[in-house]
Each structure stands twice: as structure tokens, then as C-alpha cells.
């Protein structure tokens, strides 16, 4: 018995037409057979402009194209209670680039997830070695179908050992019969016959074997080289039948049109098992080394029967110790020589039958549902295992992984002698929407960040403007800075907005400790001195939180000082204040409501309980910190920001769209301020989790940046990243980019925290 009562098989299902439908219908067909009391059903993938008529094992139907239909089969799948999920993984099959929806589905699973490889790229494309990177780190255990896909994934993928299975493609499990009677039911008594079977297509080397068929007719008249599959639906509806076509008039261009027979079928289990029955010899004439698994080898094999191939990798360990007969690729005389020497010998013929059945008993549906049962057993939920984004490597938290060099010509376009621009139109600065003292205070303390040896700093009139933004921005009439400027240069109010007075302090808090220019300092401390008051008038925790940064920064530099440290602790008393009024057991926040730039509430704290000595703040913040990482973690481990749809809802769940850089940023800031707090390796692996979200750790598996340009996308819709540039989205980057790399080098423990095996989940 099991203690798995219910699964769901992800995949292609029968009536459609493709090698993952007929596997994935069998597969869960074998489980429900071998163990009738666990409920397996088929989540089964449709592609677009085609219909099927599903049987009642199909309990949900996803359109491939329909990024909302992954999401609700997510929730289906989570609301039905599973045991586990079976992923039948194939590119092609799932929508989005290289497959990437069905990522939002797997993202979204609180049940173990057990994939299934049936192709692992050796070369893949950085957006398909993207997608699985984040199929296997969602996945509590991999299974492949032969050594070759276990060592590539080890390679290639750097993934664990014990995180791989090994189970070979299942086979029916019927006598081994001579082909006499088959011959006789299906029209070919008292002839030889050679068979290749499956979906027609021109990587399957069909036209290598017509080119051998005279010279094994010279040798054995008496033959007929049957071919039989549909062909491939995909081919169909680009090329209609013209592929079937040219093979036909090639079999009529080499005289051996009545020796060759095409049927354009797709066939049952049990017709097919007819057709391997009848068969002499199976053929498998594929052009491409990169075959991981082959269904048609695999049912040839099993059913005793003796196979030439070329060397594909499933071939080449299938059919190795001389189980089958191994040919050069595209050489239609060794292929015509090695199936007429078969042909010519039964005595061997028979031998090779006998010797692949044999070999092949363990490979029967039975002995395959018994061994995913197994996997599934043991699978752990949360079982996760973090690959880098954009490399395919997993490694422990204290490898050396090189972070992303910090290229800032998107940023320095975004900019004129004015200042940085809040938004662009792509790529493009967009003027109509003209500047904000958020944006330019932000790049402010960029310009200080990448005050670094090793780090290439802006140009000193880069640096200067945004300071001269800044003081432009302050008016002295109301001791209020401005926020909005048009492209004219025309401020459009006399005050910001509480938050954006909070983070004008803080930049000029930063700068007066920081910048490379002395008189630059000395400007920042007088300008923090002459606007800090105003912080006592502030109601926004979030304003409270951003003028503690520039606090803590302005104290540590301070000669006089008092005036600054009795502001510090009347503000952080303030957030402890709240935090006491507001948090229960299960919402241990500041507000009734998650917003924007929320970790920085929690930064805060830490950090001027770090300058003050205060364990009492630091502990609030570790512990609002924590709870706020399990919002934005997703039961995979993966970082989900706050999504904007949610900003402000009452004690709710945070909505998971739009995703915005500013979030990934602040948390990154706050983990890594948590970790100088207690030291604890946790912080560092979650500030890797936000950071990698840039990269393509994220819900739509995309990245988000251009490492030529240093460019930044605004973020994550439900469907589609936002193709806008904006300000905000390119200092948030950096300045996450910058951190991460101060720690690499920083730190004697690790160079580079990105590279996190085990994230916790």
C-alpha cells in the first residue's frame, strides 16, 4: 500500500497525437493499474486551434497559450488536495518563450513536484536553460529515462545526484512471439519486413533508409520497408504533407516504390504492437545525436525484436553489448549493409531478439509504475534546490559564482544635465512625464554606492547634478522638499508627499557620509541639519522608515549630533510604537496593510538598533523581516514581491501582480542588513532569492535585464513583463547589483551569496 491517494500526471493525453500524449496516458494508466486504490488523473495540455474529445481521466484542460489557465490549474490542483504532481516535461508542448507558463503553474503548487525530462539540451538556448533551471529548482526530485540525461543534468545543469532518477521508458509487457501471425493479419505474409514507426518528421532520417533499400533488395528481394505514423501534426499545419510527399517520390526516384509502404495512421496500442509483432527488423535511422528517449526504440526493444540504429543516446546505452546494431548517421550504405546482414541470418536475428527481451523486464509498465510510486513516496514538499539564474549551475552557499558586471550606460541615458527621468518608453527617456526628487535621491545614493575601488564611479558631473537636483528641489519657504518637475524645468507643487521628503533625508543622509567629494559632504550635512525638523511632522511609517536611513547615515558621521540622535529615537520609537499596536500571532507588521518598498520599514529598525545598540529594535525588525520574506516566498522558495494590486488591502495575502523592482530592492537592502544583525546565512540566501528575481527567478521565469546596457524592466504583469525602462527600475537594479557585489567581496566566508543550494522554503 501507499500512503499517495491522489495524483495528477501534467502532460499531453490521448486522442492527441505526439509521444508525450501516448507516454504520459500509459504512464498514469500503469499507476492507476499497478495501485487501483490512488486516484491519478492528467492535467492535459491543448494546443492552440485544435480541440480534443478528453476522457474522463483529463480533470483539467489548459489552452498551451493561456497563462491564466496555469494559474487555475494551480489552483484546481492545490484545492484538490494532491499528493504529488507528475510533470511530463518537453519543449514545445507549453506556451511562452521556450515553455516558460508553465512555470506560474509550478510556482504556484504546495504539493512535491516530480519532473520528468524526456529532452535535456546539451546546447540549450539561455531562455530554455532558463526554464528548466527553474522546472528542476521547483522540483523535488528529476527523473530522466537514461544515464545520459543524469549526466548531463550533473554537467551541464549542476544539479544534485540525489536529487535524480533514473527510470527507464516503459514498455508493455507481452510474450515474445515470432512475427508469422502478425504478418498474416496485417496484409504482409511471406515477406521480410523492415519497420520504422512514429510521428513523420524530417529529423528521423526516413530518407536514409529509402536510399539503402536497393542495396538491401539485392540482396533480399523479398522485402518490404514499412513506415508507419502519421505525419507530425506541427509539420502538418506549417507544410501541410510535403515532407510525406518527397519521401514518396524519392522511393519512386531509387525504383523501389513497391518495397516501400508509407500508412498514415496513428495507431492504437494494440495495432501497434501488431505492427512490431510482423516486423524482422525495427529501424531507427534518426539524423541527431541529441535523442535523450525514444518511446519507438523502447517498445522495439521490449518486444524482442532486433534493432539497427544510429547512434542517438538513447540508442547508443540502449542497445550497447551488442543487444542491437549501432550505424554512422546519414550513411544509408552502412545502415542498407547492417539491416541485409540481419535479414541474411536468423540464427543472429533471433539471438539479438532474445537478448534485448531479456535485458528489457524491467523495463514494463509495472516495473516503472512501481518506481514512480517510489519517487513519490519519498519526495518531500519544500524539497528545493536553488539553480542560478542564466548559468544552470546549483552550488552550496559558499562557492564562488562571479556576480554581473555593473554596466551603466541604460542609467546615464536616462539622464540629462537636469536629472535622472522618472519613466521611458522602452528604452527610450520619455520627457512628457519630466523628473521626481524620488528617482534622483535614489540616484544619489547610487552615485555614493559605487564610491568603490572597484567599482567604476559616475563622472563627478553625473554625481554633482543629482545633488544639484536635490537642492534645487528644497524650498526654504515651506522647509519642504519639492517632488514633481515637468521637462521645463517648472516644479509642479511647493511639497512632496511625506515618503518622498523621507527619502530626500535619506539620500542626503548618505551622501554626508559617503560621497567621494569632501564639499559635497560638507553640503549634504548642511542641508540634512536645515530639513530634518520636518521629520517630526511625518504620520507615514513608511516616511519614519526613510528618514531613519538618513539618520543613521548622517550619525555616523556627526560631529554635533544630538539633535539628530533625539530624532533617530523619538522615530524609532515611533515604529516600535505601531508595531506593538497593530501586530498579532499571524500579522507581524507595522501596518493593517502590505504596500510599497515594505522592507524597509523593517531596515530601519535593524540598522539604527545596530548603531544604538538597542537589541529590542533589532529584534522587532528581525521578526517583522522574517514574516514579510514569508509573504514574498512562495511554498517553491522562490522571491514573489508584493504585487501593486494589493498595495493597502487590510490584513489580506499579498496579490501576486504587479511585480516592481523597487520591492526586490528593499529587500535585498534589508536581508543583508538582517544578516550583519545575527550573522545567520538564511538572510544572505533570501537576499540572493530577491536579487535573482531580476534575473529570471521569477513567476514568468523572465529575466528582467540587459547586462550590455544595465537596463531594467519595470517589472512583472500577469502575462508580460513591462517592456518600459523606467528610472526607478534601473536604480533599484543597480543598486541591488552594487550591494550584492560589495558583499562578494566583502566577506572571507563567500564571494558570491547567489550561489544558494538549499533556500529555505
Known amino acids: 500500500m501507499t500512503s499517495i491517494k491522489r495524483l495528477a500526471f501534467i502532460g499531453n493525453s490521448l486522442p492527441r497525437r505526439c509521444g508525450i500524449a501516448t507516454f504520459t496516458t500509459d504512464l498514469r494508466q500503469a499507476v492507476a493499474t499497478f495501485q487501483p486504490d490512488v486516484d491519478a488523473c492528467i492535467v492535459a495540455m491543448t494546443n492552440r486551434g485544435h480541440t480534443y474529445k478528453y476522457p474522463p481521466v483529463v480533470r483539467i484542460e489548459i489552452k498551451d497559450d493561456r497563462l491564466q489557465d496555469y494559474v487555475d490549474a494551480a489552483a484546481a490542483l492545490n484545492g484538490g488536495q494532491f499528493d504529488a504532481v507528475s510533470l511530463q516535461h518537453e519543449f514545445g508542448i507549453f506556451g511562452g518563450e521556450a515553455g516558460s507558463h508553465i512555470v506560474a503553474l509550478l510556482s504556484r503548487l504546495n504539493m512535491p513536484i516530480i519532473s520528468t525530462l524526456h529532452t535535456i539540451l546539451a546546447e540549450?538556448?539561455?531562455?530554455?536553460?532558463?526554464?528548466?533551471?527553474?522546472?528542476?529548482?521547483l522540483s523535488s526530485r528529476v527523473i530522466v529515462m537514461a544515464n545520459k540525461g543524469r549526466d548531463l543534468l550533473r554537467t551541464i545543469y549542476r544539479v544534485p545526484a540525489e536529487k535524480i532518477e533514473v527510470i527507464p521508458h516503459g514498455i508493455p509487457d507481452i510474450p515474445l512471439v515470432g512475427s508469422s501471425p502478425a504478418k498474416e493479419k496485417l496484409g504482409f505474409g511471406g515477406r521480410s519486413v523492415?519497420?520504422?514507426?512514429?510521428?513523420?518528421?524530417?529529423?528521423?532520417?526516413?530518407?536514409?533508409?529509402?536510399?539503402?533499400?536497393?542495396?538491401?533488395?539485392?540482396r533480399h528481394p523479398n522485402t518490404v520497408y514499412v513506415v508507419l505514423g502519421a505525419t507530425h501534426p506541427n509539420l502538418v499545419q506549417d507544410e501541410g504533407e510535403a515532407y510525406r510527399e518527397d519521401l514518396v517520390a524519392r522511393a519512386r526516384e531509387r525504383g523501389v516504390e513497391e518495397s516501400v509502404?508509407?500508412?498514415d495512421q496513428f495507431?492504437?496500442?494494440?495495432?501497434?504492437?501488431?505492427?512490431?509483432?510482423?516486423?524482422?527488423?525495427?529501424?531507427?535511422?534518426?539524423?541527431?545525436?541529441?535523442?535523450?528517449?525514444?518511446?519507438?526504440?523502447?517498445?522495439?526493444?521490449?518486444?524482442?525484436?532486433?534493432?539497427?540504429?544510429?547512434?542517438?543516446?538513447?540508442?547508443?546505452?540502449?542497445?550497447a553489448d551488442g543487444r542491437g546494431t549501432i550505424v554512422p548517421f546519414g550513411d544509408a550504405t552502412a545502415i542498407g549493409q547492417a539491416t541485409a546482414d540481419l535479414l541474411c541470418d536468423g540464427v543472429r536475428r533471433q539471438a539479438m531478439g532474445e537478448q534485448a527481451y531479456t535485458a528489457s523486464r524491467p523495463m514494463t509498465w509495472a516495473c516503472s509504475a512501481d518506481r514512480y510510486l517510489k519517487v513519490f513516496e519519498t519526495a518531500v514538499p519544500g524539497q528545493k534546490f536553488r539553480v542560478i539564474p542564466g548559468t544552470g549551475s546549483t552550488a552550496s552557499a559558499r562557492d564562488s559564482k562571479a556576480l554581473p558586471e555593473l554596466q551603466t550606460s541604460h542609467f546615464l541615458a536616462m539622464c540629462d544635465d537636469t536629472g535622472l527621468f522618472q519613466h521611458a518608453v522602452y528604452s527610450v527617456p520619455d520627457r512628457s512625464h519630466g523628473y521626481c526628487i524620488d528617482d534622483n535621491a535614489r540616484a544619489l545614493l547610487l552615485s555614493c554606492a559605487l564610491d568603490h575601488p572597484r567599482e567604476q564611479g559616475f563622472p563627478e558631473s553625473v554625481s554633482s547634478r543629482f545633488a544639484s537636483f536635490i537642492q534645487h528641489a528644497w524650498n526654504p519657504d515651506t522647509k519642504r522638499f519639492r517632488n514633481f518637475m515637468g521637462f521645463d524645468r517648472r516644479w509642479l507643487e511647493d511639497r512632496g508627499s511625506e515618503d518622498s521628503q523621507g527619502r530626500a533625508l535619506w539620500a542626503v543622509g548618505e551622501c554626508a557620509r559617503g560621497d567621494a567629494d569632501e564639499a559635497r559632504r560638507g553640503w549634504a550635512r548642511w542641508l540634512f541639519i536645515e530639513a530634518m525638523p520636518t521629520a517630526l511632522t511625518f504620520g507615514s511609517p513608511r516616511a519614519w522608515a526613510f528618514a531613519l536611513l538618513g539618520l543613521n547615515a548622517y550619525c555616523a558621521v556627526a560631529e554635533d549630533k544630538a539633535e539628530a540622535d533625539r530624532l533617530r529615537r523619538l522615530l524609532s520609537e515611533r515604529l516600535m510604537s505601531v508595531f506593538?499596536?497593530?501586530?498579532?500571532?499571524?500579522?507581524?507588521?507595522f501596518e493593517e496593510g502590505l504596500a510599497y518598498d515594505n522592507a524597509r520599514l523593517p531596515q530601519a529598525l535593524i540598522e539604527c538598533g545596530l548603531?544604538?545598540?538597542?537589541?529590542a529594535q533589532i529584534e522587532v525588525g528581525l521578526t517583522s523581516l522574517r514574516w514579510l520574506m514569508m509573504q514574498q516566498t512562495t511554498k517553491a522558495g522562490l522571491f514573489r514581491p508584493v504585487g501593486t494590486a494589493g498595495f493597502q488591502d487590510t490584513r489580506k495575502p499579498p496579490e501576486m501582480f504587479d511585480q516592481q523592482p523597487i520591492e526586490a530592492s528593499a529587500t535585498i537592502s534589508a536581508c543583508l542588513a538582517a544578516w550583519r544583525a545575527d550573522g545567520d546565512d538564511a538572510w544572505t540566501a533570501d537576499a540572493a532569492s530577491a536579487f535573482a528575481w531580476f534575473r529570471g527567478a521569477n513567476?514568468?521565469?523572465?529575466?528582467?535585464?540587459?547586462?550590455?546596457?544595465?537596463?531594467?524592466?519595470?517589472g512583472l504583469h500577469p502575462d508580460r513583463p513591462n517592456e518600459n525602462r523606467g528610472g526607478e527600475s534601473v536604480v533599484s537594479y543597480l543598486l541591488s547589483l552594487a550591494e550584492m557585489r560589495e558583499l562578494a567581496r566583502s566577506t572571507q566566508a563567500f564571494e558570491n551569496p547567489l550561489s544558494v543550494q538549499v533556500l529555505r522554503a
Open 267 to 319: 495507431v492504437d496500442q494494440a495495432t501497434l504492437l501488431d505492427f512490431i509483432s510482423m516486423c524482422d527488423v525495427y529501424v531507427t535511422p534518426y539524423l541527431s545525436e541529441a535523442q535523450m528517449t525514444s518511446g519507438t526504440l523502447a517498445y522495439s526493444f521490449g518486444c524482442g525484436k532486433p534493432i539497427v540504429s544510429t547512434p542517438y543516446w538513447h540508442a547508443q546505452e540502449l542497445l
Open 124 to 137: 540549450p538556448t539561455p531562455a530554455q536553460r532558463d526554464v528548466l533551471n527553474r522546472i528542476i529548482e
Open 611 to 615: 548603531a544604538t545598540r538597542n537589541a
Open 261 to 263: 509502404v508509407f500508412l
Open 580 to 589: 506593538k499596536a497593530v501586530a498579532t500571532p499571524d500579522w507581524l507588521w
Open 699 to 714: 513567476d514568468l521565469s523572465t529575466s528582467l535585464i540587459d547586462d550590455s546596457t544595465g537596463a531594467c524592466r519595470d
Open 194 to 218: 523492415i519497420l520504422t514507426f512514429g510521428l513523420l518528421s524530417p529529423n528521423k532520417g526516413i530518407e536514409v533508409m529509402i536510399d539503402a533499400m536497393p542495396a538491401i533488395l539485392s
